[in-house]
């Protein structure tokens, strides 16, 4: 058997789903996976400026169990985003709130109001009142996530009973990394029974998806998180149509890995 030192440098090398498989095999193993060593190396390299941020104390006695708080999820940034390692990789996940949103009208409460929801994540998710303009854009840099990565951008809304307007036109939705900008359509309604969306050309069209924590989504593009440090900036908008519309709700923008 390996000295558990040498066990420890090479699960470091793994992944934290691998360390944790390791944990099971003996207690020699349970020992060298349970070292800081090993989850030093899975925790992002800015973790100490994650943890400062966090809107609340965070409690951890090992690098292990700093992980373990981190894939729970942490408020940070005054509570305007989430931040999340990925269990089974350790990679980094972040959700901008509404407030980190550019969204038209938004202070505007003729169009939108700012609610307090059980069930968000955040103090405050945005309700669209009523407009005949809808434009939501979020940014972030890569330099922020995990590098040589590919990530998913979406959208995190519901669709009130008493909506109305959203689907009478798709909304347009655009990604863009430098020169690179991709597009494509999705009708803002519950899944059941999506609409025809006619001729659109080269764009893809998008769905609205239920999630398992009671919010739906909208992918808004993929995007690569290379080496480089790159502005990605997303957008969905309905502008074109000229009716009103009403009931959307927006929680806000989540940037994960995809697989």
């Known amino acids: 058997m390996l000295p558990e030192d040498c066990l420890s440098i090479i699960l470091s ?3 934290p789903e691998d360390a944790l498989r ?12 349970d070292s800081d060593l ?7 390299s800015d973790y100490a400026e994650i943890v400062s941020n966090s809107v609340t104390s965070l409690m951890f006695c090992s690098k292990k169990e700093l992980f373990q708080c981190l894939s729970d999820s942490v408020l940070i940034d005054g509570g305007n985003k989430v931040f999340k390692l990925e269990k089974s990789s350790g990679k980094k996940c972040y959700i901008l709130s509404a407030k980190e949103l550019s969204i038209t009208w938004s202070s505007n409460p003729l169009y939108w109001s700012w609610i307090s929801l059980a069930e968000s994540r955040f103090c405050r998710v945005a309700v669209l009142r009523t407009t005949d303009w809808l434009e939501i854009g979020g940014k972030i840099r890569t330099k922020m996530l995990t590098p040589n990565t590919t990530y998913g951008a979406y959208l995190i809304m519901k669709i009130s009973e008493r909506a109305y307007g959203l689907d009478l036109m798709a909304s347009e939705i655009t990604l863009e990394v430098g020169n690179q900008v991709c597009s494509s359509n999705v009708f803002l309604q519950h899944g059941e ?4 969306m006619g001729n659109l050309g080269n764009k893809k069209k998008a769905s609205v998806r239920e999630r398992e924590d009671g919010w739906m989504e909208v992918e808004l593009g993929e995007f690569y998180s290379g080496e480089k440090d790159e502005q990605v900036k997303m957008s969905l908008m309905e502008v074109k149509g000229c ?3 009403g009931g959307l709700l927006i929680e806000g923008i989540e940037f994960r890995p995809k697989h």
Request: aromatic share 14%; with cysteine; net charge positive.
């Open 22 to 33: 390791a944990s099971l095999v003996s207690s020699c193993f349970r020992s060298a996976s």
């Open 13 to 15: 090398f793994t992944s």
């Open 38 to 44: 090993v989850w030093e190396r899975f925790l992002p």
């Open 193 to 196: 029974g999506s609409k025809e």
């Open 243 to 245: 009716h009103l519309k």
